[in-house]
């Protein structure tokens, strides 16, 4: 694609999103100088997205456009503090734990109620709770990946429920602090997977402090304050009905298209500003937010069932032969920092892990050459017939993922491996990314600001970014990195956690199953008059405090 046919679609692109912002935001930006004083309560605030969200089911809502509107359509049991991440009190008052992390109750407010005017009862929660823990395969609905061990829920009086597991689960009380445990009513409890989807926006019923108003599929997503919501996390300074009247989620698919409206103050708040980017937003009357995700770092995983991928030192070559400093430093910002370990400083059991990637292309060529692996007349590595050609996934959520492809393309074309991208919009990546055969090393990254996460992640029945467990014959590879994940979620106490952590982090560095490339973070380009924005504890935006200064 020539460089003006580029401009011309952005341009095109452009209009579009002008278009569905026109009479959304509120007008053009106050510098910061003067943007600061007492919270207004009105407006309208445009949100730029750079993809569509494709369901509400909280469970499966870990994708940054779905929680995007889960996390300011759902209460949740208990919040869990973006600054401290300690848990505190939310739709649950208290709650108590055995010693062995197998029992959970929780005592409940009594006054909260849906936004279809339904009461939150105790019944209603152990409902949510028992459908996450458990799933339902004839509607097509998943367990939730931060929910382990789950038995059942049982209701004990009108506030108060217990939750029992049939072993220790100590990551629950975080679980439920998170969007994949947003308290949905009873009716929308009810829905099938395919109605949680786009279309069925306004028919998702939550209990927060927005309820969704309109939906333009793959468009546009409308949300407006509950005028009756009144039971917000103690710990924040505002209480009540949320400051705005409401949020126009917009798609901006094109970098150029979100970065250039919301620099026109033509709309209020944009998410994935790119590197490149970052420096427009230090002009007068615009500012950034990098949050972190307090989880598993951006990286690689390199499927070790695949032939090609089978030897350790294969594995380890690619480590060697990838120059992580340079892609930071080539495509990134100091917002990005260098990976240390899988998890990010920032996350819950973190352990350094750096020593096992460092880049050493010389050692690189040698374990290629001890593995077997000559190079051809092409410049690429043979063995046996097979060229040791690697496919990549271009992880569309994730910031310049073609770009930090390309560039592991050049750097390992160096020590004679050939790397391919994947090409494909998020339908294709996802259902390509789950066959081996097709792609063999992984680009992605989680976060969740508990232990658990590096379960989720790479655990055979989670996120299974490793392909430990086939699809086809229902066998694991690695049995023993499934045990070392498994104790990270059922070990009782933090100590015990944070030691099989630390085990499993050690494990996956010494068996180069993974490169961990940079700590990822969200970041957002504002104009000045938003004020009162925040993230949860992985990045996500909440709106409940945002406002517009005039």
Known sequence: MSRTTRAVLAAASAVAVAALVVGCSSGGGTPASTAAGEPTTGGTLTYLEP????????????????????????????????????????????????????????????????????????????????????????????????????????????????????????????????????????????????????????????????????????????????????????????????????????????????????????????????????????????????????????????????????????????????????????????NYPLATGALAKTALGYVDTSSYYAYDPDKASELLDEAGWTLGSDGVREKDGQKLALTFNEALPQPRSKEVVTLIQEQLGKIGIDVELYAGDQAAQTAASADQSVVQVYHSMVGRADFDVLKSQYFSKNRNTLLNFSKADGSVGDQELDTLLQAIASEPTTDERTAASAAAQQYLAENAYILPIFEEPQVFGLTAKVQGFATESVGRPSFYSAWLAN
Do not use: C, M
């Open 51 to 334: 993809q569509a969200w494709g369901t509400l089911y909280p469970p499966s809502a870990g994708f940054y456009p779905n929680g995007g509107l889960v996390n300011n359509i759902t209460d949740r049991l208990l919040y869990q503090n973006p600054e401290t991440l300690e848990l505190e009190p939310w739709i649950a008052t208290d709650y108590t734990v055995n010693d062995d992390a197998t029992e959970y109750t929780f005592d409940l407010r009594t006054d909260v109620t849906y936004s279809d005017g339904t009461p939150l009862t105790a019944e209603n929660v152990v409902k949510n709770i028992d459908l996450y823990g458990k799933g339902d395969t004839d509607r097509a609905l998943p367990v939730s990946e931060a929910i382990n061990n789950y038995d059942h829920g049982e209701v004990v009086d009108a506030d108060t429920v217990v939750f029992r597991f049939t072993a220790p689960s100590p990551g629950f009380a975080q679980a439920v602090s998170t969007i994949n445990s947003g308290l949905l009513s009873d009716a929308t409890l009810d829905r099938t997977s395919e109605q949680f989807g786009p279309g069925n926006a306004t028919e998702i019923i939550g209990s927060g402090p927005f309820v969704v108003s309109a939906e333009e599929i793959g468009t546009k997503t409308s949300v407006k304050a509950r005028e009756d919501y009144d039971w917000a996390p103690a710990s924040l300074e505002h209480q009540g009905r949320a400051y705005l009247d409401g949020i126009d989620y917009v798609v901006a698919a094109e970098d150029s298209v979100r970065v250039g409206t919301v620099v026109a103050g033509q709309a209020d708040i944009a998410r994935q500003i790119e590197a490149p980017d970052e420096a427009q937003f230090t002009a007068s009357g615009l500012s950034l937010v990098a949050a972190s995700t307090n989880g598993v770092n951006n990286g690689l995983s390199f499927r070790f069932r695949e032939p090609r991928l089978s030897d350790i030192r294969v594995r380890q070559a690619i480590i060697a032969g990838i120059d992580r400093q340079q892609i930071v430093d080539t495509l990134f910002t100091e």
